[in-house]
């Protein structure tokens, strides 16, 4: 079955770095589209960016744009997002997601949190 799985999230200062990793499994990782979205406290989830199956064309929030990279490994059946110049809002918990046969598909989440 389909399966996605965050890793690498924490805690990290204003200014820090942070890289998120979602390992894939169950499906033809190489044949579909990835993204990354984030839910803070009281708000709805966003779209955080979007990766195309063979990684050529990337799309990202104007709110990450120039500080987050979206990344994949079709090998390893991998995703990542590059987190650089943090900021408080960026906290939230981060989903790996997947649109596969008709399927919204979502993993368990990873808890990123800003702070000094």
């Known amino acids: 079955q389909v399966q996605l799985v965050e890793s690498g999230g924490g805690l990290v200062q204003p200014g820090g770095s942070l890289r998120v990793s979602c390992s894939a499994s169950?499906?033809?990782?190489?044949?579909?589209?990835m993204s990354w979205y984030r839910q803070a406290p009281g708000k709805e989830r966003e779209l955080v960016a979007r990766?195309?199956?063979?990684?050529?064309?990337?799309t990202y929030a104007d709110s990450v744009k120039g500080r987050f990279t979206i990344s994949r490994d079709n090998v390893k059946k991998m995703v990542y997002l590059q987190m650089n110049s943090l900021k408080a809002e960026d906290t939230a918990v981060y989903y790996c997601?997947?649109?596969?046969?008709?399927?919204?598909?979502w993993g368990q989440g990873t808890q990123v949190t800003v702070s000094s």
């Open positions: 169950g499906f033809t990782f190489s044949g579909y589209a």
């Open positions: 997601y997947a649109y596969i046969f008709g399927r919204d598909y």
């Open positions: 990766i195309t199956n063979a990684g050529g064309s990337t």
